[in-house]
Structure formats: structure tokens, C-alpha cells
């Protein structure tokens, strides 16, 4: 056996490599490329047009979007729309922009955000770790309310927010974003902590710290991509809620997705496209940004979640 | 090394219960450790002794029974309130927490003074020879490093008894020899209590001043490495400690002899365990070493001739495979012996090396 080995060791070295050697060779242009690389450039123009429409065509002038030519970039930039958009547009009766209603957006969002986030955190982290009696009964209800049409609920929260006082309120949305949060996050932050290691967990418990001390020393540091999961998925969700805003506010409070909406659908007079397409693309700014700013934090923590910490 | 019976005990187990739903996981069990005591849990997986020591740390919730340690009742306390450190398989340090930190997290748990933290964890850091590596965080650790952490923050709570759960089963091979040696010179220094879980006899043989081996959730010996290796109290304990395992053969037992298709043993130098002396059906354990060739021949009671149908040299010594009585029967010869499958070689054995087991309630003769 051994000197099997040997001699063909020694004939190798003898003799020079002839045939396949080194690494394979890659075709640029080869079917699977040009397949791969033409569908997702398809797909990307698709998704970019809309986009580039609604930009262009928030720069241009009345008279140059009559000409029809929606695609063309304008030959004479405006901004009056965008000014018109946040400051001057009708919504119904009154005439003050989006602005008004960028700020109700704002204080009805990061309350709701921090709200949510917090308790479901906590939740998730008790379900995973503390295996309290009628755990799995709580985690079943919670995850049934997931599957709940908002419908059926509608109105009994109408009633119950009018029982309390917060009927058309800020407050009463916060409330409504924050429950209707709680069954997808908290399944996200169990999950999260569930694949973390247990002995981590175990051997906090042996070094004395308790519920809390785990959770914001040990747990807390080593969750920040789910936190941003948690984050994103809060604010696009809250900021582009339209049926809540409508349903739970009146019209001093209205969200900035309700104000979009009555700019864009005020009858009276010419329709103005450019002032339109600019509250549009103002009323998206902030889930665009968050887009930008966290998507790769975003995969990256799904992937953590999926997977395992 | 051999613990007595007079010495004060550390950790009492009694009559301790543990069920998941319908699983009975440990049933009825009772174990005494002894201060000072090295205690090696030994199973397979699942045997349950990973769940016993979690019973013993508080952080399982027993069914039923008492935990005392340190002749204190801790069935009811707080992992932390036992007196207890724990080492983990996976290390478990926090990631996010330099060393340093990692030592002291328990310390500042109990509210500590700063001066007296820093000078626990300068004297663990000294013991486990980790001072330079203080300020890295655990991801810059080699295994064998963040191990060395991880029993440094069980040494810096100044622990009576200190729990390992499989604690060198993610290094490699070397690293596990060399910290095994280091555990042990750890535990001859301190004197502390130490139970120690692991699925690896080598650890257990090494280690450990008593081995309880588990199966089922039920403890099948309680004994010395020594005594567990020559006179394992049921086959299973016997097949289960010794690589290769121990050779098994049937027969019965007439007169004084062992007799097994045509071999006959005198079994008048056996050491029977009390009252069991018997005639009839009997199982014969003969360890792979304990069964002679060449020089050794001389000193056999018995000896006979078979043939090798397999050869496996590992070095220090070789491994025979080779058919007696109608069953394979391992051969541990010299390393230097230079054999082929196909040859005959001889054999022998001594009567008293081997152990006798009943068939039927396979405990031992």
C-alpha cells in the first residue's frame, strides 16, 4: 500500500500536467449570463420607471407636461411644485401643504415605533427564555391575532377608543399601531432569541443577573440586527398605514398618507400632475430613506433571524 | 487519590425526579459527592447526565426530591444562590463583553466593591495564566483560550462546587489533552468539589476520583476508575468502558470450570462477588488487553490457538480480530508484533482479569 503511494507521487512529479489545470475558465458572455444578467436589468427598469416619471415630472411646468411627453426630463426645472406640494396644496378645505401633516406622521410613528418595539422585545425575550406557565397558550393567541382581518376589528376599536376618550386623537392611533404591531414583532424577537445560544442564557443565570439584567446586558448587545428588522419593518409599515389614519383620526390629524390622498383626489380646477407626483414622492422620502440607509443592516438581520444568531 | 467514606459531603442528591410531560428523564435517583471530590457523569447521549447537572445548578426545575450542597437545601434557590460555577460546551462567554468583563459580570451581579472585583479577577486571570489576553473581546479567543475564560468565571465567584458540561468537546484533539491535564492539575490546587459531564472515557478514566456511569436516567455504577474498569458491576458498564470494548463470551459455569464450545477456563482464582457463586448459564468478559500473547503466554492459565482475520496496527500496539468459540474477540498484542491476517498466533488468558455476568439479570458474578 505504502509504496503504491510513493511511486505514484513520484510519477507525478516527473512527468508535466497536461489535460485541465488550474482553475476553469468562465465565458462572459456565456446563456447563463446573458439570462441572469437580462432579467434582473428587465426587472430593474421596471421598477425604476414609475420613479423616473414621477420625478421628472414633479420638476416640469404645467404648460410642458401638457405636451404628453412623460418620459422626457424637463427642459426648464421647477421647483414650485415641491413648494406647492408641502406648503400650499389643498387638502379639502384648508390650503397648507403636507407639511401640517408630515408632523402628525412623525408624532403619530416614532411613539408607535418605540411603543411596539419595546414591549415586544420584552415579550419575545420572556417566551424564549422564561418558559412561564401558559407560555405556549399566550404565544398561540398572540400569533392567531396575526391572522385576524383588520376588518373584523374596525370598528369595536372605533368603541373602545370612544369609551376611553382617544377617539380621533394622535394617541388612540399610537395605541391601534402599537397592538396591531405586537403579533408579527413578537413572533420576530422570539424567534431572534430562540436561536440564540442557550447557555449564553444559562450561564447569566449561574452569574446571578435576573429577568432585566439579562435582557439589556447580555441579550439586548447581541440583538441590534433584529432591532433594525424590528425597526424598518415598524416605521414603513406606520408611515405608510392608510386605513388606520383614516378610520381612527379626524382631520386635524390625519396622517401624511390621508393628506396625500385628498391633494391628489381634490376635483376642483386643472389636476395638477407635477404637485401631485412631488407630495407623492415627499410622502415616500421617509421609507425611501430608511430603505437606503439600512438594507443591507436589513438582510443581514432576516438572515441572522432565519438562521441563527 | 480515593475519596473516603468519612469525609463531609459536598453535593447530595436525593431521590431526585425530573419529567418532561410524560418522559420520566431521572427517576429516583440519589448521589453523594464528597468534599473535594472529582465526580465524572459518564453516558452516552441522552443517558440523562447533562439533565442531572442542570438539576444540580437550579437551572432545570426538578419534579421531585432534594438538592442539598454544602449540607445547605438548595432545591428551591436560585442558580446563583447555590455556591455553584458552571463551565459550558459552548464556552457560552458574552460576545459583546471583553474578558475582563466576562470575569466580573457575576461579581458586579452581586454588587461587588470595584477594588475587590479587580483583585478576584487579577487572581483567576493569574491562575489560568489569561492576564494578556484581558481586553480582547471572546471572538479574538482561540477555543482552548475562551475555554480558559470560561472556567475563569467560574473560579472568580469562588464557587464550592464547580459544574462542567462537556467542556472540551469542541477543541480539537490535542487542545482536549492538553486542557484535560490542565483541569486536572486545577482541581489538585484548588481541592474544590467538581462534577464533570462528559460522553469521552478517556476524560472520565483521567479525571475523575469517582465515575457514575448513566443509563436511562438511572446511575448503573457508582465507583472508582479502577474499579469500574476491572470490575464493572453489569455488562453494560462493562461493554461501555474500554476501546476497544470487552470481549463477551457465553457459556456455563460447571464445577469450577467456564466452559464455552470446547474451551475450558478454570475459574477457581475468580473473585465472585458475595453470595453468587453458581453453576449454569454465564457470560465471560475478557478485556482486548487482558488476553496475553507471545512472552506473556507464560503466565496464562489457558491458552489456545486461532487465527487473525484482521489487523489493525495502531502504533503503540496492534488489534487482532480473530473468531473464538464463535464469536469475534478483540486481541490487543504489542505494537512491535508483526502479524498478517491468515496467521495463527496464540493466546491466552488469566481467569481473575475476567468478569463473569449473569444472562439474564446481566449483573455481575
Known amino acids: ?309 | 487519590m480515593t475519596v473516603t467514606e468519612n469525609k463531609e459531603k459536598s453535593v447530595e442528591v436525593k431521590n431526585l425526579d425530573l419529567h418532561f410531560g410524560a418522559v420520566k428523564v431521572l427517576q429516583n435517583l440519589d448521589l453523594d459527592i464528597y468534599e473535594g471530590e472529582f465526580l465524572v457523569l459518564l453516558g452516552s447521549s441522552g443517558c440523562g447526565k447533562s439533565t442531572l447537572l442542570n438539576c444540580i445548578a437550579g437551572l432545570l426545575e426538578i419534579t421531585g426530591g432534594q438538592i442539598f450542597i454544602e449540607g445547605r437545601n438548595v432545591t428551591w434557590a436560585e442558580p446563583s444562590e447555590r455556591g455553584i460555577g458552571m463551565v459550558f460546551q459552548s464556552y457560552a462567554l458574552y460576545p459583546q463583553m471583553t474578558v475582563e468583563k466576562n470575569l466580573s459580570f457575576s461579581l458586579k451581579n452581586k454588587r461587588m466593591s470595584k477594588a475587590e472585583i479587580e483583585e478576584r479577577v487579577a487572581r483567576a486571570a493569574g491562575i489560568l495564566q489569561i492576564e494578556p489576553l484581558l481586553h480582547r473581546k471572546p471572538a479574538a479567543l482561540s477555543g482552548g483560550q475562551r475555554q480558559r475564560v470560561a472556567i475563569g468565571r467560574a473560579l472568580v465567584r469562588d464557587a464550592d462546587v464547580f459544574l462542567f458540561d462537556e467542556p472540551l468537546s469542541n477543541l480539537d484533539a490535542k487542545l482536549r489533552a492538553d486542557l484535560r491535564v490542565e483541569i486536572k492539575k486545577l482541581h489538585e490546587r484548588l481541592g474544590n468539589t467538581m462534577i464533570y459531564v462528559t460522553h469521552d472515557q478517556i476524560e472520565a478514566m483521567t479525571l475523575a476520583d469517582r465515575i457514575a456511569i448513566m443509563k436511562g436516567g438511572r446511575i448503573m455504577q457508582l465507583a472508582s476508575p479502577h474499579e469500574i474498569y476491572n470490575r464493572p458491576r453489569n455488562l453494560y458498564v462493562a461493554d461501555f468502558i474500554g476501546s476497544p470494548s470487552m470481549n463477551f463470551l457465553s457459556g456455563e459455569l460447571d464445577g469450577s470450570d467456564f466452559v464455552t464450545n470446547g474451551l475450558r477456563v478454570p475459574m477457581g482464582a475468580y473473585d465472585f462477588e458475595e453470595g453468587s457463586r453458581r453453576q449454569g448459564k454465564a457470560i465471560i468478559g475478557l478485556r482486548p488487553e487482558h488476553i496475553s500473547t507471545g512472552d506473556a503466554l507464560a503466565s496464562a492459565a489457558v491458552t489456545t490457538r486461532v487465527k487473525v482475520d484482521l489487523v489493525e496496527p495502531m502504533g503503540s500496539d496492534t488489534l487482532i480480530y480473530t473468531a473464538l468459540a464463535g464469536e469475534t474477540v478483540h486481541v490487543r498484542m504489542d505494537g512491535q508484533a508483526i502479524v498478517g491476517p491468515g496467521d495463527e498466533v496464540e493466546i491466552g488468558f488469566q481467569p481473575d482479569r475476567a468478569s463473569l455476568f449473569d444472562p439474564d439479570s446481566e449483573m455481575r458474578l
Open chain 1, 1 to 309: 500500500m505504502a509504496d503504491v503511494l510513493t511511486s505514484a507521487t513520484a510519477a507525478k512529479t516527473e512527468t508535466a500536467l497536461q489535460g485541465p489545470q488550474g482553475p476553469k475558465p468562465h465565458k462572459t458572455f456565456s446563456r447563463r449570463n446573458i439570462m441572469l444578467y437580462g432579467t434582473l436589468i428587465v426587472v430593474a427598469v421596471y421598477y425604476a420607471i414609475p420613479l423616473w416619471i414621477m420625478v421628472m415630472t414633479s420638476l416640469k411646468g404645467m404648460p410642458e407636461i401638457r405636451l404628453g411627453n412623460i418620459f422626457a426630463p424637463p427642459v426648464e426645472i421647477t421647483f414650485e411644485p415641491w413648494v406647492k406640494a408641502w406648503s400650499e396644496a389643498c387638502t379639502g378645505l384648508n390650503c397648507n401643504g403636507l407639511s401640517g401633516y408630515f408632523w402628525n406622521s412623525v408624532q403619530i410613528t416614532v411613539p408607535s415605533v418605540i411603543i411596539s418595539i419595546v414591549i415586544a422585545s420584552v415579550n419575545g425575550y420572556a417566551l424564549a427564555n422564561w418558559k412561564f406557565k401558559g407560555a405556549d397558550v399566550f404565544f398561540t393567541i398572540l400569533i392567531f391575532g396575526a391572522f385576524i382581518p383588520y376588518q373584523v376589528m374596525l370598528y369595536p376599536i372605533v368603541i373602545m377608543l370612544r369609551e376611553i376618550g382617544l377617539y380621533g386623537d394622535l394617541g388612540g392611533l399610537v395605541i391601534v399601531h402599537s397592538i396591531f404591531g405586537m403579533p408579527i414583532l413578537t413572533l420576530l424577537f422570539r424567534n431572534y432569541f430562540t436561536s440564540l445560544p442557550q447557555e449564553l442564557f444559562k450561564a447569566a443565570r449561574v452569574d446571578g443577573a435576573g429577568f432585566w439584567g439579562i435582557y439589556f446586558r447580555v441579550m439586548l448587545p447581541m440583538s441590534i440586527p433584529i432591532f433594525t428588522v424590528a425597526v424598518i419593518l415598524q416605521v414603513t409599515g406606520i408611515w405608510n398605514d392608510f386605513l388606520f389614519g383614516v378610520v381612527y383620526t379626524g382631520p386635524e390629524a390625519y396622517p401624511m398618507t390621508v393628506a396625500l390622498n385628498n391633494i391628489v383626489n381634490t376635483t376642483q380646477g386643472v389636476k395638477e400632475y407635477n404637485v401631485n407626483m412631488a407630495a407623492t414622492i415627499l410622502t415616500a422620502l421617509v421609507p425611501l430613506f430608511i430603505y437606503f440607509v439600512s438594507g443591507r443592516l436589513f438582510v443581514r438581520g432576516i438572515a441572522a433571524g432565519a438562521v441563527k444568531g
